[in-house]
T-cell receptor, first 115, second 112 residues
Framework: GAGVSQSPRYKVAKRGQDVALRCDPISGHVSLFWYQQALGQGPEFLTYFQNEAQLDKSGLPSDRFFAERPEGSVSTLKIQRTQQEDSAVYLC?????????????FGEGSWLTVV | GQNIDQPTEMTATEGAIVQINCTYQTSGFNGLFWYQQHAGEAPTFLSYNVLDGLEEKGRFSSFLSRSKGYSYLLLKELQMKDSASYLCAVRDPGTGFQKLVFGTGTRLLVSP
């Protein structure tokens, strides 16, 4: 597609419910990132994929968070047993290459509210 | 780790010029990015600096001084649509310069 696509755009989950957030990166982009953004803050890194390999998951806040990209294109971020502190915008981003000046393009995010 | 500092909020008038500063401390450097983010929308790429100096792109310019750990984004001929958050970000050396580390963003309000 033309840009990074994320779904759902908005999700309200009851505390304790599992959620899955989907990201379709720009076609052909090797690198894929997940970020979490709280209101009024900059995006915080969660995890990074190079093709299907998850090379960095140091930003995942707990073992309730899990991400995958099994075929090196679409990625899913799963949050188990959601808590209120998980309420945030989850941004997916992709880039054609790695590092340097390779522009990282962001999707519009999935807005998660845990009630 | 990385430390990025930028003002929380700025106000300016339509037609004016505004400069948004960003200072960073990082153990290695592989480029600095500026993004614009309107409320409820995706961050969109504005500029990338890896060498010292000024990069001009239309109404927007970005400056970098690596020795001072300092960058600024200059917005000229401000328009109402420039009201947005402006995010400064650097590549994190700890992961082979793959991920971006962001500042908290500067919320710019342009008034008539």
């Amino acid at each position: 597609g033309a840009g990074v696509s994320q779904s759902p755009r908005y999700k309200v989950a009851k505390r304790g419910q599992d959620v899955a957030l989907r990201c379709d990166p720009i076609s052909g982009h090797v690198s894929l990132f997940w970020y979490q953004q709280a209101l009024g803050q900059g995006p915080e890194f969660l995890t990074y994929f190079q093709n299907e390999a998850q090379l960095d998951k140091s930003g995942l806040p707990s073992d309730r968070f899990f991400a995958e990209r099994p075929e090196g294109s679409v990625s899913t971020l799963k949050i188990q047993r959601t808590q209120q502190e998980d309420s945030a915008v989850y941004l997916c981003a992709s880039s054609l290459g790695q590092g340097g000046g390779n522009t990282i393009y962001f999707g519009e995010g999935s807005w998660l509210t845990v009630v | 780790g990385q430390n990025i500092d930028q003002p929380t909020e700025m106000t300016a008038t339509e037609g004016a010029i505004v400069q948004i500063n960003c200072t960073y401390q990082t153990s290695g450097f592989n480029g600095l990015f500026w993004y614009q983010q309107h409320a409820g929308e995706a961050p969109t790429f504005l500029s990338y600096n890896v060498l010292d100096g000024l990069e001009e792109k239309g109404r927007f310019s970005s400056f970098l001084s690596r020795s001072k750990g300092y960058s600024y984004l200059l917005l000229k001929e401000l328009q109402m649509k420039d009201s947005a958050s402006y995010l400064c970000a650097v590549r994190d050396p700890g992961t082979g310069f793959q991920k971006l580390v962001f500042g908290t963003g500067t919320r710019l309000l342009v008034s008539p």
